[in-house]
């Protein structure tokens, strides 16, 4: 992956991107990023970035995301030590507890900032995609909450595997659209929400989940997510005596990993993020993006693609709907090429299996994508005994039991022993 | 003569005999792969200029009929590099001058030196990329100019009156002025306000103008063809292909003949 990057060229770009100088005005983090859009969208991503310039870092949008935050998410999330993992592993484990945010998980930072933006753009609807759920779910709160009318696109494969998500979403006020195109997962409910969007470009607004898409989407969602490291750097410090050896989070379209590692990007913090490995390495059988894909444009971004040698992207597969998605945030494809993160994978199989160790050692049923994480920092841990450890716990897993009641409990004798 | 200007020349040609020009559009393969190039030169006899839809996953810009197109197209391997094996075997049996539509990663796959070197072999005049703004197209058009291929630009409704000139003057071959604020397909009919639109466009091109979306009747074509040089016809074309229809007689009556 260095190949993409000449030698010198690496450390200039991760300078710049400790220094907050990226993405450049043109969108790009490095080579990647950019607008891939169609020409009736230009406009309204262009008035989308001069909203985000006017009101993102403006003193009163920031007192009013920071008290929705703070009153109605409920931040700061905890940060949670886990003594019997810890002693189990070999290590000093902690958790940032996305999954006791509003709506349970951190997808809520991102929608209510963006809710809040529609409302100052003067927007007349919301439009956006999910693909766990997590997001639609979300966005229909926060839509409630700012009064704005909501429509969330969601694939009809994750729809039925997602269904305690759906009637959250409706009883929240959102319209649900079933996305049949495609591979009716979230790659497919992106393509039907950008089609939505290009039918009203003025009057809707499309409130994208994760840090993916064109420019500004993937710096927009990164500025709305990283209260997520910027509070685990500080609880760190408070409660557990210093900053992490390593820090690891899942990676779909990488929106939680982006809000946890950016603000640890310029300390000496090994960061690594982790693809759904599926059920094998071959194309179709995983999600594991950064893993195993090339460069590509897809939905509006050039970034790193699961792609076949003619440029079509390929489905994918993983037991986790968040991360079941064939590409990846621009900037993590750039975080890859100058090598300060490490991107690695998790196969469905560890996934459940650390889900069940979580629940039994520390009374958490974490999300299906989030187990991804604990499963490589399981391993992590086996192969460097002894060093404090910090998982981004991006979400809770009660929107994964339709699919976990697929599987029996394994570890039952093990959380009575 | 550029091949770029080979499109204009075919529009123009259009205008002089007093008629609007008819620029078909089929997905490549579609409906069955080992029709395509006949099925290419039934259209290229009627049509102008004939716009050739690359199949792709992900068609973001494109509604329910050309999606099934090109998913089908591809479930039944259609590729690029095929496509152009196809071209090849059909060499000097085509007039009409060739406009690839392609969503740009397909393209990026294939690699754009090469790309320009195929497309001028297999007499393609030039393309469309609707999800390449004009922003982020210079890699692409510095290689397709170096063999004098163009790059189609399209314009909306929603386009502001200053990029419209800037894309205006930055097309080649064509401008595609998009009829409406949606994705190809549409079943809505022609929005009231088009002339006012395509008389915009009109003016601020050089180039003639071709509007395309939404065009399925010869009342479309002629309506169109009161403000616009020439009218594309994809969706509605790409249905009577599906049915199995003889597409000449459809496209003839499109020009009222």
Not at chain 2, 58 to 76: C, K, N, V, Y
């Amino acid at each position: 992956m260095s190949a993409l990057l000449q030698a010198g060229e690496a450390s200039a770009l991760l300078d710049a991107a400790i220094r907050g100088e990226l993405p450049d005005e043109r969108g790009r983090f490095g080579p990647f990023g950019g607008r891939y859009v169609p020409e009736t969208l230009v406009p309204a991503f262009e008035r989308l970035e001069d909203g985000v310039r006017e009101h993102l870092h403006d003193a009163a949008f920031q007192a009013e995301f920071q008290k929705e935050l703070r009153e109605w998410v409920g931040r700061p999330t905890a940060l949670t030590y886990a003594p019997r993992l810890s002693e189990s592993w070999g290590a000093d484990v902690w958790l940032k507890r996305e999954d006791l945010a509003h709506t349970g998980a951190h997808k809520i930072n991102n929608a209510i900032g963006q809710a809040i933006l529609a409302k100052r753009l003067g927007a007349r609807r919301v439009i956006a995609e999910t693909g766990a759920g997590q997001h639609g779910v979300a966005s229909a709160a926060a839509c409630a909450r700012v009064g704005l009318p909501c429509s969330v696109y969601m694939g009809a494969v994750d729809m039925e595997r997602q269904s305690p998500n759906v009637d959250r979403m409706r009883r929240l006020g959102a319209e649900v659209v079933a996305v049949e195109s495609g591979d009716k997962t979230l790659r497919a409910a992106i393509d039907e929400a950008l089609r939505t969007w290009v039918t009203d470009p003025e009057g809707i607004y499309y409130l994208l989940g994760s840090a993916v898409g064109a420019h500004p989407y993937p710096y927009l969602v990164r500025e709305l997510q990283l209260v997520i490291g910027q509070e685990a750097r500080q609880q760190m410090i408070d409660l557990a005596g210093g900053l992490p050896d390593v820090a690891f989070a899942c990676v779909g379209g990488g929106s939680n990993a982006i809000g946890l590692f950016y603000p640890l990007l310029g300390d000496d913090i090994e960061l690594i993020g982790v693809e759904a490995g599926g059920t094998g390495s071959g194309l179709g059988q995983n999600a594991a993006t950064l893993a195993t894909g090339t460069p590509g444009v897809l939905q509006g971004s050039y970034t790193i693609i699961l792609q076949d040698d003619d440029g079509q992207v390929q489905e994918t597969h993983s037991i986790s709907a968040g991360l079941d998605y064939s590409g990846v945030g621009p900037e993590h494809a750039l975080l890859q090429a100058t090598g300060r993160v490490h991107y690695i994978s998790a196969s469905d199989d560890e996934a459940l299996e650390a889900l069940e160790e979580l629940c039994a050692s520390e009374g958490i049923l974490t999300a299906l994508e989030t187990s991804h994480a604990f499963a490589a920092a399981k391993k992590y841990a086996g192969e460097h005994p002894g060093r404090r450890i910090l998982i981004g716990n991006s979400g809770r897993g009660d929107k994964d039991m339709p699919t976990l009641t697929r599987y029996p409990a394994r570890t039952r004798s093990h959380a009575g022993a | 003569m550029q091949a770029h200007e080979r499109i204009t020349a075919a529009i123009d040609a259009a205008t002089q005999s007093g008629r609007p020009a008819l620029v078909p559009f089929i997905t490549a393969g579609y409906p069955k792969p080992d029709d395509f190039i006949r099925t290419l030169k039934a259209i290229a006899a009627v049509g102008d200029v004939v716009e050739l839809g690359i199949p792709f996953s992900d068609p973001m810009a494109d509604g329910m009929t050309i999606q099934r197109s090109s998913f089908e197209a591809l479930q039944q391997g259609v590729s690029l590099k095929w496509i152009f094996e196809q071209l090849d075997s059909a060499s000097g049996e085509i007039d009409a001058p060739l406009v690839m539509m392609s969503y740009l990663n397909p393209l990026l796959a294939f690699g754009y030196d090469k790309l320009a070197d195929r497309a001028l072999a297999a007499g393609v005049c030039g393309f469309i990329v609707p999800d390449l703004p004009l922003e982020e197209s210079a890699d692409l058009r510095a290689a397709l100019e170096v063999n004098g291929l163009g790059l189609v630009q399209l314009v909306t409704p929603a386009t502001p009156e200053r990029r419209l000139q800037t894309l205006c003057e930055a097309s080649r071959g064509f401008v595609y002025a998009v009829t409406i604020t949606g994705i190809t397909g549409g079943a809505a009919g022609l929005p009231a306000d088009l002339a006012d639109y395509l008389d915009k466009v009109a003016r601020l091109s050089s180039l003639p103008v071709c509007a395309g979306f939404g065009i399925r009747a010869r009342e479309d074509v002629a309506a169109v063809g009161r403000h616009a040089a020439g009218a594309v016809v994809g969706s509605a074309l790409v249905e009577v292909l599906e049915r199995g229809d003889d597409p000449q007689p459809y496209l003839r009556s499109l020009l009222g003949q």
